[in-house]
Structures are given as C-alpha cells and as structure tokens.
C-alpha cells in the first residue's frame, strides 16, 4: 500500500475526512478477543479503519445482525469442483468465501507450470482472492506418469509472486524422511523465499513424524483421529481439521478443539464437489457443522479467518478491525450461520445467495487437455498368473482404501470380473506419452453388476481410471473420453447413459457449477442404475490411482502398496 492511501486511511480512521461505509448497530465477532460486541463499522477505500460513530457518505443499519471475517479455506484444490474459477468464486463467496489457499497440484500434473500460470491468470479481477501454495509433488511419486515435472528449479521464480503464499502438501513424506536431495531442494527454496511448507503424512508418527518436522513441514491436514492430531499438535504442526467430499474428517477431529489449541487449527475443504458446494456449502458450512458440535462459535469462526491469515501471512485478512481490508460476512443467525450479505473490500458482492452484480462471462483463459490414447488399442484381458489376487476395498466417504487377497474369477485362462461378488477390473491408462502404458488390477466396494464408470480426474497425475463389469463398455467409455478430450461417463451395453464434458485439462468445466451439478446428477442415476453403492462413485474412482494415500492404489504403472511406498504384483501366486 502506498503511502498517499496509507494517508487516507489515517485520515478517514482520525475523522478527518467521512468514511465511504458506516456500518451500524453491527454486532461483530472479534476473533481475538473470542467476544461477541455490539459496535458500529467505519470503512474507507476498502479497509475498516474503527468502530467510532462517524461522517460517512453512506450508512446501513445492520438491525443487531451479526458481522464475522470474511471466510478463508486454508487448503483447496479449485480443479475438484469440476469448474473454473469464475464459476467457482460465484458460488462460494454468496456463502462467506473471502480468499482461498488453492494447490494447483491437479492442474500442474497434467500441464505443468502452464498449469500453474493458467490458475493465477483464470483467478485475476474475481470477488474472491485466490493465493497458490505452489505444487511440491509434481508427479506425486515415480510410480506413475504424469504429464509434467516440477523441479526446485521451476518452482522457485514462482514463489517470488505475489499470490503465491506457500509451499503446497508436501505428499513424498517417505523422501523427506530419507533426505531426498530434491525434495529438500523444494523445502529450501520455500525457505529462503519466506514461505512455509504445507504437509500431508497420513498416519505418521513417532521418529518418522519428527524427522517430517525437523525439515520445516509446518501443517497438515490428514488426520483422521484425534490422537493423530494431538501429537502432531504437540509436535508443534498446525492441523488444517479437513471436511470435504471424499474425506469428513471434522466430526472425529473435534474434540481437539479447546481454548489452548483453538490458534494452531484451522479448517479446510481439500476437495469438494458440486453436490457438497451447492447443498451444504463451502467454508460456511464447516463453521456450522462445528458450532453444532459444540464449538464456541467466535472459535469456529477464528479457525476459518484469522489463523489461516496468520498462518499465511496474509495480514491484510481474518478479521474485523482497523487496517484489514474489510471483508465481511453479514449473518443473520449465528448458530445456524446463515450468512445474508457478503462484502469483499468494502464493496457488498452478495446477498440472498447470489452475486451482485453477476460475474461477466467474458474471455476466459482455455487450457488444453492431452489425451494421447488409441481406444481402439486398448486391451483389457488379464492372463491369470495365479489363484489369488490383490484387491482395492473401497470404503464409502473414505479415500484411504483397504487390500484384501481373493480368489480370483478365471475363464479361459483370463482372469475376469465377477459382479457377483463385487469383483471388479479397474485400469488406469497413461494418457500424455501415448505410450499405451496401463495398470491392471481389481476392485471391490463399487457394486456394480454391470456397465462401466470412466474419468480423466484421477488424483494425482489424473491419466483415465475405468472400472467395469464388462471389457466391451469399458473400452466404450475410454473410447468416449478420449473423443470428448476429457470427463466423466457411464456406459452400459455399449451405449452412453451419462457424461460430462471437462475440456479444461480434462479436469474442469468452463459452465456454471448448476450445469456441473445437473450432469452430475445424471451420471450418479446411471452409476445407481448399474446397481452401483458408492453415494459417489466418480469422487471414489477417483482417488484409487492415489498412491500416497494407504493401503493399495493402483497407476498406470501398476498396483502400489502405500504403506511400504513400493510396487506389488497383482498376483499373490
């Protein structure tokens, strides 16, 4: 800030000069001091500079509502809301949404730092502040292709910009442990840069936790228990209490809250989908559900504004007082933190659940998606090498996954589905070399008895997942995929039941997020109609080429035992 608005501000706080704004009879959650207080609010060129009774150029009568800090999730990932950041920010900032800390790790694995650049240009002149925390796992491992690879070196001009706060979810904590000269290569640059480390160790602990800790890993946001969390809290982490779609953690985190740790917790939603954004929330809604777990509210609300401010250094936010930007969130009920008005700078952007006024469609940056894959090559026979076979169990509303050995259904040599006992195949195949590489494995938890369900989002490196009851609908929809460039499909006796076109890297759509949520729904009554018992099987299969999420993950270079960090066979003998 320049010091001719620095001025002005001064001058407008002193009562030399009359406020833009003075919000009246407000009664404001000051997250510092954990008090509700009954107040006016003066603003000046976006900031509040008091709370004094003062010349404004306009007034509002708040009527004893309550006035909160504009909302920060301290961990996202844009791409899992199957849109582009336009339509992202129209529908999170009607909910409360100020700023967001978005990796755009999904992104950066299929292009890259265009990847990168695309996110921070897409995100420019919105209601909404999107900071990066760059990519630290570009790929995640080296057993899977992705479509790029970020370096230390590529890293570090970007971490000099100055929407870029962190470094992101340091995922290889294996490689940190040995001493990985790249990954500390990373760790370092974000040091010198002044930036912290994001983490992501499920489940690590003791020696390995301390080692994690003792490169400068600052967070994390895996926790699944409470006394996970409490270690690393008393280790001295920051735990990001994480509930989004794939994973809803908050309910088993809760009881770590309390007035000695409230300042190093802070909320997130990771990755959330259509669904989840438009019928709980965003931010919002995470705040809510921990009020009605029992958490102070002025507390719930801190750990979504001021301690990812804090954390993030991003000193300009996170709460209501004289020189933050005023970003606010006008509540009509606290409890059920129904939120009514939304302003950004100063200038109200929302009410009623809408933004005022709409975004403008415009020019709006495209990125390419690379689907460098010959359907008609594809070959899913699988020549049985054995008895007995490795199997993914998926868990409804989990990502970490289960591995389990069964007997495996043979025909003709072949190793084959078996709907029956909800055996499944599953491939993921390498989509950015045209290499033609493919992992083959099996899967049960999806229940379908027939059909197929195919997607490019497939974390990290996002090649094509496909799951089938059939080989002929499963190169039906890999056919499908790759001729749309890209999406989600179900398919069934060799004919389409539902897609969704996502031309952006193959990972989003440039339509509104009620388009979005429209295609979805149609794809979910295909998946049900194929007998499938995931509430969401595409956020499900998603996730299994995940390999640095436990217990067994499958790539397109093959299955992954994650809990030893190391290829395994799919045959067991």
């Known amino acids: 800030m320049d010091s001719e608005k620095l001025k002005r501000l001064i001058d407008a706080a002193a009562g030399r000069r009359p406020v833009d704004l003075l919000l009246e009879n407000a009664r404001l959650l000051n997250v510092f001091t954990a008090k509700t207080e009954r107040t006016s609010i003066a603003i000046a060129d976006g900031y509040v500079v008091g709370f004094c009774a003062q010349e404004a150029r306009r007034k509002m009568d708040l009527e004893d509502r309550f006035v909160a800090p504009g909302l920060i999730d301290a961990h996202v990932h844009l791409e899992s809301s ?62 899977e292709t992705a479509g790029a690879r970020l370096e230390a070196r590529d890293l570090a001009p970007l971490l000099e910009h100055p929407r870029v ?3 992101a979810e340091m995922m290889n904590f294996p490689g940190v442990i040995a001493a990985d000269a790249d990954v500390l290569a990373k760790i370092a640059a974000a040091g010198r840069a002044g930036k912290p480390v994001d983490g992501h160790a499920p489940g690590l602990e003791g020696q390995g936790l301390q080692a994690y800790l003792a490169a400068g890993i600052a967070s994390d946001h895996e926790c699944t228990t409470a006394a996970e969390a409490y270690e690393k809290l008393a280790a001295g982490m920051h735990v990001m209490i994480r509930q989004g779609t794939g994973a809803r953690n908050l309910d088993d985190l809760v009881e770590i ?39 102070d509210p002025v507390t719930a609300v801190r750990m979504a ?94 990502i970490v996954t289960g591995s389990l050995v069964a007997e495996a259904a043979v025909e003709r ?43 490019t989002v497939a974390h990290d490196s996002h090649n094509l997942v496909v799951v089938g009851a059939d080989d002929e609908d499963m190169r039906l929809a890999v056919a499908g995929l790759v001729e749309m460039g890209g999406g989600l499909m179900a398919v069934e006796g060799g004919r389409v039941l539902a897609e969704l076109d996502l031309p952006l890297a193959g990972l ?43 217990e067994l993950k499958l790539t397109d270079k093959g299955l992954v035992d994650v809990t030893v960090f190391r290829p395994v066979s799919l045959f067991v003998d």
Do not use: W
């Open 82 to 143: 199957l849109t582009c950041p336009a339509e992202y920010a129209r529908a999170v900032v009607p909910r409360g949404t100020a700023a967001v800390v978005a990796d755009p790790h999904e992104i950066a694995n299929v292009l890259g730092r265009d990847g990168i650049d695309y996110m921070l240009r897409a995100s420019e002149d919105l209601p909404l502040d999107v900071y990066l925390a760059l990519p630290s796992c570009v790929p995640a491992t080296s057993m």
């Open 165 to 167: 706060v962190a470094l």
């Open 257 to 295: 809250v309390n007035q000695r740790t409230c300042h190093r917790i802070m909320l997130c939603t990771d990755d959330r989908h259509p669904h989840h954004l438009m019928e709980e929330g965003h931010m919002d809604a995470l705040v809510r559900q921990a009020i009605s777990r029992g958490v």
């Open 305 to 398: 504004t001021l301690n990812p401010a804090e954390y993030f250094g991003l000193r300009h936010l996170g709460a209501v007082a004289p020189g933050r930007r005023a970003d606010l969130v006008i509540l009509d009920d606290l409890e059920k933190f129904q939120v009514s008005r939304v302003f950004h700078a100063g200038r109200q952007v929302a009410a009623a659940g809408k933004l005022e006024p709409d975004l403008e469609p415009g020019a709006r940056p495209a990125a390419p998606s690379p689907m460098r894959i010959d359907a008609r090559s594809v070959d899913f026979r699988i020549a049985a090498g054995g008895r007995r076979i490795r199997v993914i169990q998926v868990t409804d509303g989990r």
């Open 413 to 455: 040599g072949q190793a084959v589905s078996d709907p029956a006992r909800d055996l499944l195949k599953l491939a993921v195949i390498e989509r950015y070399q045209g290499s033609g590489q493919m992992g083959m494995g099996f899967v049960r938890g999806f229940g379908l008895k027939r059909g197929a369900l195919a997607s």
């Open 508 to 550: 989003m759509s440039p339509e509104p997020l009620e388009t979005v949520r429209r295609c979805l729904d149609d794809l979910l009554a295909a998946a049900r109609s194929l007998d499938c018992v995931l509430s969401d099987p595409f956020m499900s299969l998603s996730f299994l080429a995940l390999p640095v999420i436990p």
